[in-house]
């Protein structure tokens, strides 16, 4: 037994009368009770300066004891005071007193019991308060009631809120970036996986923590090795982080290009402890890369110029063949813009006139004379292209444009060829008529001597055929085109000279002609011209002796590829049975070889009493364009 | 014209073309006063030969002197009537022949009896 302040021994307690001890006996309870009042103040001093609600509950769920802020409390929420003996439930909200009495009888049974609440204050605002009900023994362990005590826990769940929005957050942006977070456990040899991670791979079959060597296996086999190279490295070098880029394929067989991006966490020794990573899906990025580079590609690989230009004329971009062109890179430095280097001051009226196009968003394309890095003057063919803004005004112009200097020089080269080729050819007519004009004289002055009206005769057929040859090489001499000549003006100006040779209109003989335009070679129309001259020399000759008057009707037609060729007359007609091809004059054999061979055509002789009549059916386009 | 026989030059580097005009012309009952083959030495024959009546010129001569120049030397001495003569029968030679008043231009080969009338043409002009 011990009283309070000094044990007492049995020995002296014998000694001691009566009326001492009884003395003894209640100094030493004054005693203990001012002592046990002075060890309950401290103890409620104590519960009063703790910051949390304190409250002792009996077995029966009554108040024991409470301490100050306990009581305050219970003002302030409730609006009652806090008083010993009364019921519990009296500062327990009624939506929570049957979780309460449970959590009184699981603590009653010695257990702990923690919860988190919110209520709304008086202001309406949340206040979040942290429970703890543990159970109260005596000395000798049995459970006599239960301590609640109370914290207001409005930060630290203001905190927690704040971290969950955080992480959602973070998984949202994940999620929209198609990023994924792992953990490499390089001492377990396991990776961990985030449910972003998971879902990027396609692997939502996969446990949370996996063996290095499931991810190795989603690995592409043309990337794996490379990875896992890549991975040992980073471990055995030391490096802090690294940054791969590799493809993956999906259980469904997908493929995706994946970017990781590796950090190294090592501690005081230096020693790694994790590897954190984050995984991006960057298969739509890569696929852009791709596209980008082809079109890079692709432009540096087509023989136009490309060139871009800002609104303000700087230059923005070019290809590799503008860089040929125009020596873009040796140009930089120059002080004046790019795009005024090239342009050749001749050209600037004309560049005026293609903005003013551009501004109205109209495309442009001609021959361009611009300057290349040397200062040597090109022509281009080029197309200008405006790029308008969203707003509608002009954002930039596009141009492509090819070096036709070479094609404009071999252009030169040819109008000169083809210049010098018209002079060659006009001469050439020039020197055969000269030509023609000495036979023709030869055989004028030959005629001149000869006293056989025969032969004088046949002298003057031969000029004849000669001025019809001559004919043609005039008729070419003024044509435009030196190698064709239209056979309806020919044959007619033709016949004009030989009715004035055979003086047929002082014998009223008249040529009617019904003939269409058609072009000819020279090759078809001479002999067409001797043709005509022999035809037409016999029916003067022949047709109309002893008559002052005839008529002859010439036709020309085209028939397909064929023309129709008829000369015919009013004459009294062939001798009955006459045959060309054998009583025919030389003239006239001249004639059906110039027919049948020259033209590779045929004829059809007819005569009777109202006239004679040849037909003559031939190919136009029998020969081929020489010049 | 005088009432006498036509004298008429005749101008031609071809010898065998111009033996031959000058035998037409000769046969038609003119006199062919001069017959050369160059500008220049046609110009020196009119110093020393009565002026022609008629002059018929090519425009291809031997020498220096085309016949469109050798007529304007001889058009300086008098308006004698030109008679031009020549293969080319183009838009060019024509224009050039344009400045030439009382001139007839025929292309090769002539025909003798177009020769002629247009000799005859001038002549009354």
């Not at chain 1, 301590?147 to 929209?176: F, G, I, W, Y």
């Not at chain 1, 125009?326 to 430095?333: L, P």
């Not at chain 1, 281009?380 to 492509?400: D, N």
């Not at chain 2, 001495?77 to 838009?91: C, K, N, R, T």
Request: glycine residues 6%; contains cysteine; aromatic residues 8%.
């Amino acid at each position: 037994m011990s009283f309070g302040r000094f044990p007492l021994q049995r020995e002296a307690l014998a000694q001691l009368s009566k009326e001492a001890l009884i003395e003894l006996l209640l100094e030493e309870q004054t005693g203990g009770f001012n002592h046990l009042a002075a060890s309950e103040a401290q103890l409620r001093s104590m519960l009063d300066s703790s910051l949390q609600s304190v409250t002792l509950i009996s077995l029966e769920h009554k108040v024991l004891a409470f301490n100050r802020r306990s009581a305050e409390t219970a003002l302030r929420v409730f609006g009652q005071n806090m008083a010993v003996g009364q019921a519990v439930d009296n500062f327990i909200f009624p939506e929570d007193r049957e979780n309460f009495r449970k959590a009184m009888q699981w603590v009653l049974q010695g257990e702990n019991y923690w919860v988190m609440k919110s209520f709304l204050d008086a202001q309406q605002e949340t206040r979040w308060f942290e429970f703890n009900l543990i159970p109260v023994r005596n000395a000798e362990g049995t459970i006599i009631g239960a301590c609640m005590a109370t914290q207001p826990r409005n930060e630290l769940m203001l905190a927690r809120q704040n971290l969950q929005t955080s992480q959602d957050r973070l998984q949202l942006a994940l999620k929209s970036a198609r990023m994924g977070i792992c953990e490499w456990d390089i001492h377990q040899g396991t990776m961990h996986w985030d449910d972003q991670l998971l879902e990027l791979y396609g692997a939502h079959a996969f446990s949370r923590v996996s063996p290095l060597e499931t991810w190795f296996a989603c690995i592409h086999p043309e990337d794996r090795v490379r990875m896992q190279e890549e991975f040992l490295s980073l471990l055995e070098q030391g490096q802090e982080r690294c940054q791969q880029e590799f493809r993956i394929i999906r259980p469904n067989g997908e493929q995706a290009w994946i970017q990781a991006s590796a950090l190294v966490e090592k501690d005081v020794q230096g020693q790694i402890t994790r590897v954190l990573g984050i995984q991006q899906d960057i298969s739509q990025m890569r696929e852009s890369q791709e596209q980008l580079q082809f079109q890079a590609f692709l432009l540096n690989t087509v023989g136009q110029a490309v060139v871009a230009v800002d609104a303000s004329g700087k230059l923005t971009f070019w290809n590799q063949a503008a860089e040929n062109l125009y020596g873009f890179s040796a140009m930089k430095g120059r002080g004046s813009s790019l795009f005024k280097q090239v342009s050749a001051p001749e050209a600037l009226s004309q560049l005026n006139a293609i903005s003013e196009n551009l501004y109205q968003g109209q495309s442009w394309s001609g021959e361009l004379p611009v300057r290349n890095r040397d200062g040597s003057d090109l022509h281009v063919l080029a197309t200008i292209t405006p790029l308008m803004g969203e707003s509608g005004k002009l954002a930039g112009v596009v141009g492509t444009s090819s070096d036709i200097s070479a094609l404009k020089a071999a252009e030169e080269k040819l109008k000169q060829a083809l210049q010098e080729k018209d002079v060659l050819l006009r001469e050439l007519y020039h020197r055969t008529k000269n030509n023609l004009q000495v036979i023709c004289a030869m055989l004028g002055l030959q005629a001149m001597v000869e006293v056989e009206p025969r032969f004088r005769q046949q002298l003057q057929d031969l000029e004849n055929r000669i001025h019809a040859m001559a004919l043609v090489h005039q008729m070419l001499y003024r044509s435009e085109h030196l190698s064709r000549l239209n056979l309806k003006e020919y044959l007619q100006q033709l016949g004009v000279l030989l009715l004035e040779s055979y003086q047929a209109e002082a014998r009223e003989i008249i040529l009617e002609h019904a003939c269409e335009d058609v072009f000819v070679l020279m090759d078809v129309a001479m002999p067409c011209g001797l043709i005509f001259s022999e035809l037409l020399a016999n029916i003067f000759k022949h047709a109309f002796s002893g008559r002052r008057n005839g008529t002859i009707l010439h036709s020309l037609r085209v028939d397909g590829e064929d023309l129709c060729w008829e000369i015919a007359d009013n004459g009294p007609g062939l001798p009955e049975g006459f045959d060309p091809e054998v009583q025919g004059n030389m003239g006239l054999q001249t004639t059906l070889v110039l027919i049948e061979q020259q033209l590779q055509g045929q004829f059809q002789l007819n005569s009777s009493e109202q006239g004679t009549c040849w037909q003559i059916r031939f190919c136009k386009n029998l020969y081929l364009e020489r010049v | 014209m005088s009432e006498s026989i036509p004298r008429i030059m005749v101008v031609e580097d071809e010898a065998t073309t111009a033996l031959f005009f000058s035998f037409i012309l000769k046969k038609a009952g003119y006199i062919v006063c001069s017959k050369v083959s160059s500008g220049e030495e046609a110009l020196k024959q009119l110093q020393h030969i009565e002026f022609p009546d008629l002059v018929v010129m090519d425009l291809g001569l031997a020498g220096k002197m085309d016949g469109v120049l050798t007529a304007r030397s001889i058009r300086e001495w008098g308006p004698v009537p030109l008679l031009f003569i020549s293969g080319y029968d183009d838009e060019q030679t024509h224009a050039r022949l344009q400045e030439f008043e009382k001139s007839v231009y025929l292309t090769k080969p002539v025909r003798p009896d177009l020769l002629l009338q247009k000799i005859q043409q001038l002549l009354l002009d």
